[in-house]
T-cell receptor, first 112, second 111 residues
């Protein structure tokens, strides 16, 4: 089955700790994205990558970092510098920037 | 002004009703358009792409009006399972690209 996987589904961390969220796709898509969704809110773009070894900041990149060493993988690190990290994190991919995006099931991060 | 605007709703309709959602976008360089549905605490899922000629998929019909810069989604014969939030999505491409998600329209279909 082709698709996007994110792990873990739920993640709990103490304030001050960095945490890395996993995103893997086997759709052979070039572009990958990370979004954040807060309760009752829309999606906000954190980072995106159009090709391996290249990525760009989205609208809310502060306190986050990413890497794109392989086409299939686009992990997101939530650093201790992120002021309000508790949120629903969604990873997506698309064949190109103008095509439809497909989402993984998301990771709910709670930081206390 | 938001780049993509949707009526947040909620729309409360009985089963079997026809319901229409509209979405307006501000960037005339927008190139591709989509409707997604998102169930509570789940990821968005692609419902359908939207083409200038209009397109239909079963009970769902999408229309694009480039001149007026709006997109519509019509749901006929609503089912309880249609209850969800519907997101309007626009891709703007001028060299680079940018995907803009609307905040969504909430639909409740009641028995």
């Amino acid at each position: 089955d082709g698709g996007i996987t994110q792990s873990p589904k739920y993640l709990f961390r103490k304030e001050g700790q960095n945490v890395t969220l996993s995103c893997e796709q086997n759709l052979n898509h070039d572009a990958m994205y990370w979004y954040r969704q807060d309760p009752g809110q829309g999606l906000r773009l954190i980072y995106y990558s159009q090709i391996v070894n290249d990525f760009q900041k989205g609208d809310i990149a502060e306190g986050y970092s990413v890497s794109r060493e392989k086409k299939e993988s686009f992990p997101l690190t939530v650093t201790s510098a992120q002021k309000n990290p508790t949120a629903f994190y969604l990873c997506a991919s698309s064949s190109t920037g103008l095509h439809e995006q497909y989402f993984g099931p998301g990771t709910r991060l709670t930081v206390t | 002004r938001k780049e993509v605007e949707q009526d947040p709703g909620p729309f409360n309709v009985p089963e079997g009703a026809t319901v229409a959602f509209n979405c307006t976008y501000s960037n005339s360089a927008s190139q591709s358009f989509f409707w997604y549905r998102q169930d509570c605490r789940k990821e968005p899922k692609l419902l359908m792409s939207v083409y200038s000629s209009g397109n239909e998929d079963g009970r769902f019909t999408a229309q694009l009006n480039r001149a007026s810069q709006y997109i519509s989604l019509l749901i006929r014969d609503s089912k309880l399972s249609d209850s969800a939030t519907y997101l309007c999505v626009v891709n703007v491409g001028t060299g680079g690209f940018k995907t803009i998600f609307g905040a969504g329209t909430r639909l409740f279909v009641k028995a």
